[in-house]
């Protein structure tokens, strides 16, 4: 089993950076690909990027490409969303998560542990 602990939100104007940290307990952690996921209120929650065990599969949603930048560090069972030129649709409820094998990043199905959230505002 895996715990997971989100960190680094908060609120910032558009145009901001915020970076968040995904925190996992555990000695496999190299082992699972993980995603980021966002919920607004009233909205479904939705894919916004991925990384690979080794960092080398990177998939973002559309809405995040050229502004968002996943990775992660292995030694430090962390990995990170650095998030750039923040906009107000932006504003949501973060999560992470460990995504199963042989299954799409997109979908929230494809994961089994997820973290408690970090709330990030983003004010215009």
């Known amino acids: 089993q895996v715990q997971l602990v989100e960190s680094g939100g908060g609120s910032v104007q558009a145009g901001g950076s915020l970076r968040l940290s995904c925190a996992a307990s555990g000695r496999t952690f190299s082992s699972y690909a993980i995603g980021w996921f966002r919920q607004a209120p009233g909205k479904e929650r939705e894919f916004v990027a991925g990384?690979?065990?080794?960092?080398?599969?990177?998939p973002y949603a559309d809405s995040v490409k050229g502004r968002f930048t996943i990775s992660r560090d292995n030694a430090k069972n962390t990995v990170y969303l650095q998030m750039n030129s923040l906009k107000p649709e932006d504003t949501a409820v973060y999560y992470c998560a460990t995504k199963k094998n042989g299954v799409s990043y997109y979908l929230k199905q494809s994961y089994d542990y997820w973290g408690q959230g970090t709330q990030v505002t983003v004010s215009s």
């Open positions: 990384i690979g065990r080794s960092g080398g599969s990177t």
